[in-house]
């Protein structure tokens, strides 16, 4: 953690010469931190700005949102260059289904629309907290995913308090005991983990 007043060298990664050192001064603002550009001597020759945590959190959301945005737009895209529509599926399925019906089915669920102007619609709807009717389970979508969010909570939590348990039981462990099968056993593990697909271990922990 860096603390108010004090110097930290900084040196070319490269070569590792001495170039100087850097003084945190303060908080500029709530958005802002400043920071003392010390020469070798140390001199103060110059000041600079760095992003406070605050802002960076901000920004980190902004993008997150631009980001499900360009993607909700990038899907509702692809939708629109496959072939037929569900309205197409459910006359398919249902030889019962006249031209009359499609073409009243097409204009509730705005499948006759341009893909961009379904997408804004569609946007504004969930801005507003509406999400859509599930023809699947007959109710509508927020009511069902309500409950499996809060499910998925739970699980969430669990696996974070228990994988926090384990790793830093684990880590302390392996510490103490450097280059031991305990330690080169946990690491594998660790490593195997991560680079194994989630969906792949949670089949396998549902076998078990």
Same mark, same amino acid.
């Given at each position: 953690?860096?603390?108010?007043?004090? /110097?930290?060298?900084?040196?070319? /990664?490269? /070569?590792?010469?001495?170039?100087?050192?850097?003084? %945190?001064?303060?908080? =500029?603002?709530?958005?802002?931190?400043? $920071?003392?550009?010390?020469?070798?001597?140390?001199?103060?020759?110059?000041?600079?700005?760095?992003?406070?945590?605050?802002?960076?959190?901000? !920004? %980190?959301?902004?993008?997150?949102?631009?980001?499900?945005?360009?993607?909700?737009?990038?899907?509702?895209?692809?939708?629109?260059?496959?072939?037929?529509?569900?309205?197409?599926?459910?006359?398919?399925?249902?030889?019962?289904?006249?031209?009359?019906?499609?073409? %009243?089915? =097409?204009?509730?669920?705005?499948?006759?629309?341009?893909?961009?102007?379904? $997408?804004?619609? $569609?946007?504004? !709807?969930?801005?507003?907290?509406?999400?859509?009717?599930?023809?699947?389970?007959?109710?509508?979508?927020?009511?069902?995913? +309500?409950?499996?969010?809060?499910?998925?909570?739970?699980?969430?939590?669990?696996?974070?308090?228990?994988?926090?348990?384990?790793?830093?039981? +684990?880590?302390?462990?392996?510490?103490? %005991?450097?280059?031991?099968?305990?330690?080169?056993? /946990?690491?594998?593990?660790?490593?195997? +983990?991560?680079?194994?697909?989630?969906? $792949?271990?949670?089949?396998?922990?549902?076998?078990?």
């Amino acid at each position: 953690m860096l603390d108010f007043n004090t /110097t930290y060298d900084v040196h070319d /990664t490269t /070569t590792g010469e001495h170039l100087g050192a850097a003084r %945190r001064k303060g908080m =500029k603002s709530l958005f802002k931190d400043e $920071w003392e550009v010390l020469s070798p001597a140390g001199e103060v020759i110059g000041l600079v700005e760095e992003t406070g945590g605050i802002l960076s959190i901000l !920004r %980190r959301l902004i993008e997150s949102a631009i980001a499900l945005i360009a993607l909700s737009a990038l899907v509702f895209a692809l939708l629109a260059l496959m072939p037929g529509d569900p309205v197409d599926l459910i006359a398919g399925a249902d030889p019962r289904v006249t031209p009359e019906d499609i073409a %009243r089915l =097409k204009a509730l669920y705005g499948v006759d629309q341009p893909f961009w102007e379904r $997408w804004v619609a $569609w946007l504004g !709807r969930v801005v507003h907290g509406e999400f859509g009717y599930s023809r699947l389970f007959a109710a509508p979508v927020g009511e069902i995913i +309500g409950p499996a969010l809060g499910r998925t909570a739970l699980l969430a939590a669990l696996a974070l308090l228990l994988s926090t348990a384990l790793g830093v039981a +684990g880590g302390t462990l392996a510490a103490l %005991r450097p280059r031991s099968a305990f330690d080169l056993g /946990t690491s594998f593990l660790a490593f195997a +983990g991560v680079a194994a697909p989630s969906f $792949w271990l949670a089949l396998m922990a549902m076998a078990v």
